[in-house]
């Protein structure tokens, strides 16, 4: 299983000398390997394989140890949460997210984990992020059950769990893979160049909350960022409300009324001569009586939302004379989708529940 780490989050999985990454292994009985730095690039690939069960733990001692948090320890309500994300070839993602969104829900529940697939594949690949969202023991369990329906579908459609090899330690393809399978894997970029991984943010390891330090989540190193592009907000409770975002995550709603549609007429394509990465900026009004759940005790809910989609959002102060306020969202296109998203869960599933 391949995931993707920032580049100081990879020195800190090797530790002095190699010291974290032996114990890691040593601990999980599993191979872990970190591409090589590539002048430019923030991130870089972090290569765990092995036995299910061994790769499972390895994903959860890394947790811990980007946590700083003690290896034999169990989880406790007070251990932080961390945004593993995964990278799972386009082709096999379906068998993850499940008719529906069933498998989704049931690796949630399992685990405790939450889990968002992003809509599109990741730039010069067909590869998709899955981010996996929780404490270590969560994740360690969530990715045990990604894992078992990795390698059914593996047996099932290409012989065997050998074609998951896809990728060398470098990042780059491996060549044939038995059964046929094909997949161009995602290699991390230069930050400066024209693609970016767009729903890559920055993360502290010693900040629980981990909100995005870089407020578009791609660092602009040579020149002013490009100015975010508006569109007009966007009313929850609109009566013609209907679905108005496809891709944002794993259990999309498909319904009328699980969320609002801009106003009729010709849709704005707001991604039209944007730059790939460039910022986005939408906004929604939500009603005051629900920004509460929004944000959650101290924060949390937000925070969570923030850390999951890697979009900026700002919610206003209440204005005079008016039942709603004004929810302003910044990120590129693909944070932006998974963040309505999971902004308009939020509301649906409060909604329901008074």
């Known amino acids: 299983m391949r995931a993707v780490i920032t580049s100081a989050e990879a020195a800190t999985v090797i530790g002095k000398g190699g010291e974290n990454v032996t114990q890691i292994r040593k601990m999980a009985e599993a191979k872990c390997t970190v591409s090589d730095y590539q002048r430019g690039a923030g991130e870089r690939i972090l290569t765990v394989s092995g036995a299910v069960d061994a790769v499972a733990k390895a994903f959860g001692l890394i947790i811990r140890t980007l946590n700083n948090e003690p ?166 409770a609109d009566p013609q409300a209907a679905s108005a975002y496809s891709g944002a995550g794993p259990h999309q709603p498909g319904q009328a009324g699980a969320g609002p549609t801009p106003q009729q007429g010709p849709a704005p394509n707001p991604m039209a001569n944007m730059l790939p990465g460039q910022p986005l900026t939408q906004q929604i009004f939500i009603p005051n009586d629900m920004v509460g759940a929004i944000i959650g005790k101290g924060g949390a809910k937000i925070n969570e939302i923030r850390q999951l989609s890697g979009s900026v959002i700002k919610i206003n102060e209440p204005q005079d004379n008016s039942n709603e306020r004004l929810v302003t969202i910044t990120g590129t296109q693909e944070c932006n989708q998974m963040a309505l998203y999971m902004l308009y869960s939020r509301l649906e599933s409060e909604k329901h529940r008074i």
């Not at 961390?82 to 096999?92: A, S, T």
């Not at 060549?175 to 502290?204: A, E, F, I, W």
């Not at 578009?216 to 007009?232: D, K, M, N, S």
């Open 71 to 236: 290896l034999e320890e169990a989880s406790s309500p007070q251990s932080k949460t961390y945004p593993l994300r995964l990278l799972v070839p386009h082709i096999l993602i379906g068998s993850i997210i499940g008719k529906s969104g069933g498998r989704i829900r049931e690796i949630q529940e399992a685990s405790g984990a939450r889990l968002n697939a992003s809509g599109s594949c990741l730039p010069l690949s067909t590869e998709r992020s899955l981010v996996v969202l929780g404490v270590a023991d969560a994740v360690h369990i969530a990715t045990y059950y990604i894992a078992n329906t990795l390698v059914e579908q593996l047996t099932e459609r290409f012989g065997g769990p050998a074609a998951s090899a896809y990728a060398t330690r470098s990042g780059g393809p491996a060549g044939p893979m038995p059964g046929g399978m094909q997949v161009v894997p995602y290699q991390p970029q230069p930050l400066h160049g024209s693609y970016g991984n767009p729903d890559t943010y920055k993360r502290h390891t010693n900040n629980a909350q981990r909100t995005p330090s870089n407020p578009y989540g791609i660092p602009y190193l040579h020149g002013p960022a490009p100015a975010p592009v508006p569109q007009a907000p966007i009313h929850y």
